[in-house]
């Protein structure tokens, strides 16, 4: 990835006061931030569509085993991360390019007890500092549409996967309605930040990486009713301290109103799938 699209990404994703007032926000809530459990953070902790919800389902179809080592592509703050760490007993490296995030995971992850079980590096994704056939599994959740270069992100997750591992995926894909996007959602403000691929160029850089499809599903549906309980709370007002806000700024109201927006035009759909290495 070019630096200025890597400063680019970062920039969008978070700036460098996030930790405090996130931090800020947790004591205004009675939390204290060095002392937390999961369930303090679920609000602001999986920043993808669907929620925990949806990264268990992911999981459970995953049959992730514990002791596992696996790796988070585009960990954000780290909440994935964490989810898989203390229900399924799996140990993550978790990567992002966003610097404020990966001081975050940091953090989140000492102050819920489960730093021993994970490390956090920021790094781009395209060019992983991992050793080959680390990883039992790569897990991403909304990550790909933030590779300019998915052929060769792909070829680094494969390289670190060991021969039969999974990579799990929960992304969001191009629709069939080629009408161009509202923006900003919340991977992108505009066009050039966004490399969404259709279902059918995705599967054919996958299996030309040397991936084959284990399952493969489209979850459009359960998305566009998640999605749309949460705007309509946001239309109401936000009336708790602890929301994705806090990640995203104010104009994160827009984008979910925008997200809803697309993929109820069917100009985006949201799919779960698993691909495994061949040995």
């Known amino acids: 990835m070019k630096a200025t699209a890597s400063q680019d990404l970062s920039q969008h994703y978070a700036d460098d006061s996030l930790a405090e007032r996130l931090k800020e926000a947790l004591i205004a809530e009675g939390l204290n931030p060095q002392q937390l459990n999961p369930d303090d953070l679920a609000a602001i902790d999986q920043l993808h569509v669907g929620g925990r919800k949806a990264s268990r389902q992911l999981a459970d179809r995953a049959e992730l085993q514990p002791g596992q080592r696996i790796l988070d592509v585009g960990c954000g703050t780290g909440g994935s991360s964490r989810l898989l760490e203390a229900e399924y007993g799996v140990q993550l490296v978790g990567v992002d390019i966003t610097p404020p995030f990966i001081e975050v995971a940091r953090w989140l992850s000492q102050a819920t007890g489960l730093d ?27 990550t790909l549409m933030n590779l300019p270069d998915l052929e060769q992100g792909l070829a680094e997750i494969h390289r670190v996967l060991r021969p039969g591992g999974q990579l799990l995926l929960h992304e969001v894909l191009k629709g069939e309605n080629k009408e161009p996007l509202d923006y900003p959602v919340p991977w992108a403000e505009s066009d050039e930040q966004s490399h969404l691929k259709t279902p059918a160029e995705l599967r054919q850089l996958l299996e030309k990486t040397g991936f084959e499809c284990r399952f493969e599903e489209e979850v459009t549906d359960e998305a566009l009713a998640w999605r749309k309980k949460h705007t309509e709370r946001e239309a109401r007002g936000q009336t708790q301290i602890l929301t994705p806000q806090l990640i995203f700024g104010p104009r994160f109201v827009q984008m979910g109103k925008n997200l809803m927006q697309n ?11 698993a691909w495994v290495k061949k040995s």
């Open 116 to 142: 021993a079980r994970s490390q956090f590096i920021c790094c781009d994704a395209q060019q992983l500092p991992l050793e080959d056939e680390e990883f039992a599994a790569a897990w991403s959740q909304h």
């Open 263 to 273: 993929l109820q035009a069917g100009r985006v759909r949201l799919f779960q799938a």
